[in-house]
C-alpha cells in the first residue's frame, strides 16, 4: 500500500519575484543549491526535466513532467520516475521589496517505505534537505 507524505519549505528573499523565478528556473545552476540535485530540463507546460539526486554515485534519476508554468510567480511538476512519484510546487510570493520562496512535495511512498518508520525518515531526510537548500537559494538570489 502507499502513503502520502507532504513537506513544504519557506524561506524569504531579498529579491523582487523575477529575480527569484530566474533563479528558481536556472535547472544548471539548481544544483548550487539544492541538496545533492543535478538538473536539466526545458521550460513551459509539458517540458520534461531530469534531475539526479544523491551523493557520488549513490541515488537515483528523479524525472518529472512540468504541468503549470505561471512565471513569475508558481512552477507545478508532476515526478514521474519510478523512485519518486507525486508532484512538487515552487511558488514565488510578493512581499514588499523582498519575496517568500516556498517549495512543496506531495510525495507517493512505495509500500516498501509507507510504513510509520518509513515515513518518519523520509520526513526527516527530505524535510532537513528541503530547509537547508532553501537557506541556501535565499542566500544566492537575494540582492545585496
Given amino acids: ?3 502520502q507524505l507532504e513537506i513544504t519549505s519557506r524561506v524569504l ?3 523582487a519575484p523575477e529575480r527569484v523565478w530566474e533563479a528558481a528556473v536556472d535547472w544548471p545552476r539548481q544544483g548550487e543549491w539544492m541538496w545533492g540535485t543535478r538538473v536539466r530540463g526545458g521550460h513551459g507546460v509539458g517540458a520534461e526535466l531530469s534531475a539526479w539526486t544523491g551523493i557520488g554515485p549513490v541515488g537515483f534519476t528523479d524525472t518529472m513532467v512540468i504541468t503549470e508554468w505561471d512565471p513569475p510567480r508558481r512552477c507545478v511538476v508532476r515526478h514521474t520516475g519510478s523512485v519518486v ?5 515552487f511558488e514565488a510570493i510578493p512581499l514588499g521589496g523582498q519575496c517568500e520562496f516556498s517549495w512543496t512535495e506531495q510525495l507517493e ?6 510504513g510509520r518508520a518509513g515515513r ?3 520526513r526527516a531526510l527530505a524535510q532537513g534537505g528541503l530547509d537547508a537548500s532553501l537557506r541556501r537559494f535565499a542566500r544566492m538570489a537575494s540582492t545585496s
Fill in 1 to 3: 500500500m502507499d502513503a
Fill in 13 to 15: 528573499v531579498r529579491a
Fill in 85 to 89: 512519484r507525486g508532484s512538487g510546487v
Fill in 109 to 114: 511512498l512505495p509500500g516498501l517505505i509507507a
Fill in 120 to 122: 518518519a525518515l523520509v
